[in-house]
């Protein structure tokens, strides 16, 4: 159970998350607009000879990786394993310093969204090289699919901070 101020915290935090959430997901759609705008000048000196299937291709296949490895990445820095730390105070202000499992879960979203993003920059490099807009909206969309799943979600900082606390070492009064 989270103390009074903990969930003064995370409520506070939770506004944060959100905005940065909203941010990333919403440069998905600058995306678009940039390549709307300025991608007939962009892709005129695009090489035509450059082997776009190849690329393309190799991009799906990162694409895939890169879905795979945001999934493992964010499990990995949520996991209750991994966390040795603990509340530290901030020597200016002497109040207590942003809970563990807040700072903990800001990380995994943030990895977690940029790594996602960049599924909608491979989809902007393709379109730069010459590819169609079709294949730009695929990216942009698989990537905004991810951000989705990505998205903060109160439930799961719970329960990252009811885990971090019932493995937190017992100390004693030494």
Known sequence: MLSPSEKEVLDKGMIVLWIIWGAILISL???VLVCHLTGDQIRQHSNPDMPLTLFKNILYAASVLTLLISYFVRK????VRSSNTRTRSSTISQQP?????????????????ALSESIGIYGVVLFFMGDSLQTLY???GVSAMAMILYRPKK???LTLANEMKMNLPHTTGL
């Open 29 to 31: 759609f600058v995306y």
């Open 76 to 79: 990995a820095i949520l996991s």
């Open 97 to 113: 310093a942003q809970p563990a499992f807040m700072g903990k879960y800001t990380v995994a979203m943030i990895v977690s969204l």
């Open 138 to 140: 695929t990216f942009i």
């Open 155 to 157: 439930e799961e900082i």
